[in-house]
């Protein structure tokens, strides 16, 4: 099989093993069953099926497969999974050309050089008779010896040259010194030569999730000296944009809570860590990125903004409020709607909060001061839903005594409006809406709808209404030679890949329809690779677009599918094809959910366990009733028995 590291990888994995190490399982037949670590609950229904390596939470529709859990647990995406896996397994990942391999050994050096950097500035601020002023500002804003260590705290001299002198005594080149960011290069008056980058500043070392050190931020201790704050420069092991500071260290805590605070500057996260705030991150000058709500969705369910406490501080709230939105985890829960029918909605998982600090005043201040951390709680549990943060904001933004300027608000706190998935909540903030602007609530209702099909039309497809609630069956774990799922899934996946506009179109498939990890990771890409390209490029280039983004380990399994080739459809007969591989994926996918309820209902049944039963029985009445979605519709000639 082509795509046997990753097959590899599950067979010597059991999951049993792998979840158990963070959450407690007992034996329930034969299957495990624990609390979920993805919610708070009392009753276990968080179920791992050992004979499919797979698991599934019952309360909250979280599932998948050992890659799956390490991602969300840890916070890793799926290469860092693999490399983790692969190196507890034994499993050799090897690179598929010599240039890959050249550049892991490049960056390996780069790691180690700033490794080495960060001990020698440490030293400097702890032991060095240089390190004076440093330790006195750093006494001088309140951290304590052990808060210094933990976060590795160190001093650059005020010298051109005592870094690079000291990196290479210990065997690295200048011009590695220099890809590392920690050296530049002299070019002024056409000389040559190299100097450190930071100078007479308090450095404060930059790991990355793992822990390891890939840059710095230096703050300036010089009277007038510009800087007030550097940064490393981007280099082949730093991005600012994919960095959150101090995540390495609130991993756990944030997992432990799932809830993060984001806060502005190094000195605010490093003095909420020594108050006890220790799911306290921070942004590394610069806004929240898509890539920063990727790595936070996945370990948190909370999310508290703590900005600057300002009106720059008000729009990077929004701003990044925009962002976390848009990349938040969509569950869709069933509702009872109109007439007692039953149906879909989807929610977003992602809770955001806007934290407000009295103006002028910095994190970090308020929690240096006499009962500080105390007043820090207090604001924390009053933080404001995300909603009413924008109210707030859009009241002294907009002329709301003209027309346009009303027009303007509506616009965007209807933006944040329509993604508040509890409906009385979403009719209270309709309401409010309505009275802070004195409009009815119908032209709040039709904004929204506005900027509903709006998002629909820059390509995100609505779910259509028997699309199951998230649900990711216990087949996951299987090889794809073994597979009962993989056929469905691939014949729907291969017909993306010749048609890759099918992405696009209206009843386009959702990433949660393909159970397999492998599949659903290349839909993705195939997805943003066709939405880069929608108006120009050829289904052979998006392919090729598709192919280049995709870690290196999944290839093989990509062209294994496009090696399948599809036939050639007339345009008026895809959208039918589309739909008939789309019903038949999602009416299997259902079969195996009833399936997975029916067989944990009779083990609560024999066991005794009401509280499981009382869980079950409306999810398996939701299940039957999307059953119906599936029906070949009515005769237009012949009598319909089902009537």
Same mark, same amino acid.
């Given at each position: ?23 407690? +399982?007992?034996?329930?037949?034969? $299957? ?18 050992? *004979? ?29 999974? +693999? ?57 001088? !804003? ?39 960011? &920690? ?24 790991? @990355?999730?793992?822990?390891?050190? %890939? ?5 300036? &201790? ?5 800087? *007030? ?31 993060? %605070? ?27 990125? @898509? ?10 369910? *909370? ?10 501080? @008000? ?14 985890? *969509? ?38 001061? =006499? ?14 839903? &995300? ?30 409006? !329509? ?19 004195? %409009?009815?609530? =119908? ?58 506009? %099918? ?15 492998? $599949? !659903? ?47 050639? +459809? ?11 591989? +789309? ?58 028995? !089902?009537?």
């Amino acid at each position: 099989m082509e795509n046997d590291v990753i097959a590899e990888i599950k067979t010597r994995t059991g999951i049993e093993e792998a979840v158990g190490e963070k959450v407690r +399982l007992t034996r329930a037949g034969r $299957n495990l069953k624990g609390l979920c670590p993805f919610h708070s609950e009392k009753t276990p229904s968080f179920v791992v099926y050992p *004979k499919d390596g797979s698991y599934h939470c019952f309360g909250c529709g979280e599932s998948g497969d050992v890659f799956t859990f390490l991602m969300k647990t840890e916070g890793l995406d799926f290469r860092g999974a +693999l490399e983790k896996l692969a190196h507890k397994t034994g499993v050799e990942l090897k690179p598929r050309n010599e240039q890959a391999a050249a550049q892991d050994r490049e960056r390996e050096r780069l790691l180690e050089a700033c490794a080495a950097a960060s001990l020698f500035y440490h030293n400097l601020h702890r032991n060095h008779p240089s390190g004076g002023q440093s330790r006195e500002y750093a006494e001088k !804003r309140g951290l304590l010896p052990g808060t210094v260590e933990l976060f590795q705290i160190g001093y650059a001299p005020d010298s051109w040259d005592a870094l690079l002198t000291h990196l290479t005594s210990r065997g690295f080149s200048p011009q590695e010194c220099v890809e590392a960011g &920690l050296v530049a290069e002299r070019e002024e008056g056409g000389g040559s030569g190299y100097y450190d980058r930071f100078r007479n500043r308090l450095l404060f070392p930059i790991r @990355d999730t793992q822990g390891a050190v %890939v840059g710095f931020g230096g703050r300036a &201790l010089g009277d007038g000296q510009t800087p *007030k704050y550097l940064n490393s420069p981007q280099s082949a092991v730093f991005d600012k944009s994919g960095i959150l500071y101090g995540l390495d260290l609130a991993r756990p805590n944030i997992r432990r809570l799932s809830e993060v %605070v984001i806060v502005e500057g190094y000195m605010d996260v490093v003095v909420a860590h020594q108050a006890g705030e220790n799911n306290v991150v921070g942004t590394i000058g610069t806004a929240l990125t @898509d890539r920063h709500a990727e790595l936070l969705k996945r370990i948190a369910k *909370k999310v508290l903004l703590c900005l600057d406490p300002d009106v720059a501080g @008000d729009m990077a709230a929004l701003k990044g409020s925009e962002v976390l939105q848009e990349h938040a985890e *969509k569950l869709l829960v069933p509702v009872r709607g109109e007439h007692g029918m039953m149906g879909v909605e989807q929610r977003t998982q992602l809770q955001i909060n806007i934290m407000q600090l009295p103006r002028g005043v910095d994190p970090d201040e308020l929690l240096l001061e =006499e009962g500080g951390p105390a007043r820090w709680q207090t604001l924390r549990a009053a933080a404001l839903p &995300l909603v009413e943060h924008v109210i707030s904001v859009a009241v002294h933004k907009y002329d709301l005594s003209s027309a346009h300027g009303k027009s303007e608000a509506v616009g965007e706190m209807a933006l944040f409006v !329509r993604e508040v998935g509890d409906p009385v909540q979403r009719a209270h903030y309709i309401q409010r809406v309505a009275a802070v602007l004195r %409009v009815p609530e =119908e032209a709040v209702r039709e904004a929204m709808a506005r900027s509903d099909r709006g998002n629909r039309g820059k390509g995100q497809a609505a779910r259509k209404p028997d699309q199951p609630a998230g649900h990711t069956p216990a087949s996951d774990g299987l090889p794809a030679a073994v597979d009962p799922l993989a056929p469905d899934e691939e014949h729907l996946l291969s017909l993306a890949l010749r048609y890759p506009q %099918v992405t696009w179109m209206a009843g386009a498939p959702e990433a949660e329809d393909f159970t397999r990890l492998e $599949n !659903r990771l290349i839909f993705e890409t195939l997805r943003e690779a066709a939405a880069g390209g929608v108006a120009t490029a050829t289904p052979q280039e998006i392919r090729a677009a598709a192919f280049e983004s995709l870690d290196d380990v999944l290839q093989p399994h990509l062209l294994r599918i496009i090696s399948h080739e599809e036939p050639e +459809l007339f345009r008026f007969a895809l959208p039918y094809e589309l739909d008939t591989r +789309l019903k038949r994926l999602r009416q299997h996918n259902d079969r195996m959910w009833l399936r997975q309820c029916q067989l944990m209902l009779m083990e609560a049944q024999e066991t005794g366990d009401d509280d499981t039963i009382l869980t079950l029985l409306p999810l398996l009445g939701a299940s039957f009733s999307r059953f119906r979605s599936y029906r070949p519709k009515p005769s237009t000639v012949f009598r319909d028995s !089902r009537d």
